[in-house]
């Protein structure tokens, strides 16, 4: 069982940034962000892979959006730069047990933490 809790989140005007934290329990694990807006189903924002050497990102936030984990702390985070109104939702991380390529898909992620909500205000 894999233990994943979110922490970061918060009102912010646009243009500002915010770090979203995840704190794990277990080993390493290939890790996603995703985040949801109301109404909307739960989309891909970025993930790292286990030893921190790939990183993929959604078109949408790429050069807005840094993931990054320190292994030694077990926490993975988002540093989110140049925030817009339209990355308001309540945001995720997840982890995929399987080890390999990172996967962008929600159903490929095997836990997930109970969501952090970010707001921004235009």
């Known amino acids: 069982q894999v233990q994943l809790v979110e922490s970061g989140g918060g009102l912010v005007q646009a243009g500002g940034s915010l770090r979203l934290s995840c704190a794990a329990s277990?080993?390493?694990?290939?890790m996603g962000w995703f985040r949801q807006a109301a109404g909307k189903e739960r989309e891909f924002v970025a993930a790292?892979?286990?030893?921190?050497?790939?990183?993929q990102y959604a078109n949408s936030v790429r050069g807005r959006f840094t993931v990054s984990r320190d292994n030694t702390k077990n926490t993975v985070y988002l540093q989110m730069n140049s925030l817009k109104p339209e990355d308001t939702a309540v945001y995720y991380c997840?982890?995929?047990?399987?080890?390999?390529?990172?996967?962008?898909?929600?159903?490929?992620?095997?836990?997930w933490g109970q969501g952090t909500q970010v707001t921004v205000s235009s």
């Open positions: 790292v892979s286990s030893s921190a050497s790939r990183t």
């Open positions: 997840a982890a995929d047990i399987t080890f390999g390529v990172i996967r962008i898909y929600p159903s490929s992620y095997d836990y």
């Open positions: 277990g080993r390493p694990y290939n």
